[in-house]
């Protein structure tokens, strides 16, 4: 029996939707398995890291990072449909400026919406542990719900304005990712208030925070966890 690839999963995550679309619209075949969310041994023995979503491509040959994915499965045939487009910095911006916010009035709510990855009561636990340091209190940012969709609904307004087409962001397939800009596309106002979002985080390194920001492209969530797991 032929090798079939196995794409690992969280239901939540939407770099693994980006993949799981690629592979449905080149009719790629793919078994998906759902991570339990606060499995770290099964990620760490494919890829090195705790992260999705991870495709076993052949057998125990692995690959990570979304867009590398994207890139094999649409290629696979020799007939690529995504096309690279310039990044848009206006686009980058927004992500990054409205990450705290969003992900307030997303993160609470994973463990109460059915998602696989959360079946075990260690994974919920794990959730609420690995993102309270970012976000706060769950319960505090449930009672703040009011106040986020006033925000959020501010963000999306704006984003209206920066979609180009109804079809794609973008007016083409693109596969743009902010983790893939170049580090001049990451703007001094964002590195500014992330800095300061960081020190309210309680970490006062700026020149460390300045650094990993640089690096990983205005990554906020990215440059908390390297902070977090290195403060440990």
């Not at 990072?65 to 020799?78: A, H, P, R, T, W």
Request: aromatic share 8%; proline share 3%.
């Amino acid at each position: 029996m032929s090798f079939v690839p196995k794409l690992y999963l969280y239901k939540c995550c939407p770099f693994c939707i980006r993949v799981q679309l690629i592979a449905r619209v080149k009719n790629y075949k793919i078994e998906e398995i759902v991570l339990a969310y606060d499995d770290e041994a099964n990620p760490m023995r494919m890829i090195g890291a705790k992260q999705v979503p991870i495709l076993e491509y052949e057998e125990n040959k692995y690959m990570a990072e979304s867009l590398d994915i994207v890139k094999y499965i649409d290629n696979y045939d020799g007939n690529a449909i995504v096309t690279v487009s310039e990044n848009r910095k206006e686009l980058n911006d927004w992500f990054q400026q409205s990450l705290l916010i969003r992900s307030k009035l997303t993160i609470p709510r994973l463990m109460n919406a059915n998602l696989p990855e959360f079946n075990q009561q260690s994974s919920i636990d794990y959730l609420i542990n690995k993102k309270k340091s970012f976000i706060g209190s769950f319960d505090e940012c449930l009672q703040q719900t009011s106040t986020l969709l006033e925000q959020i609904n501010n963000y999306l307004n704006q984003l209206e304005q920066l979609i180009i087409s109804h079809t794609n962001v973008n007016g083409s397939n693109s596969n743009s990712n902010s983790n893939s800009n170049s580090n001049s596309n990451c703007q001094n106002e964002i590195i500014k208030n992330h800095l300061q979002t960081l020190e309210q985080l309680g970490f006062r390194d700026n020149q460390l925070n300045n650094k990993l920001l640089i690096e990983f492209d205005c990554d906020l969530e990215k440059v908390f966890e390297i902070l977090e797991s290195l403060s440990k």
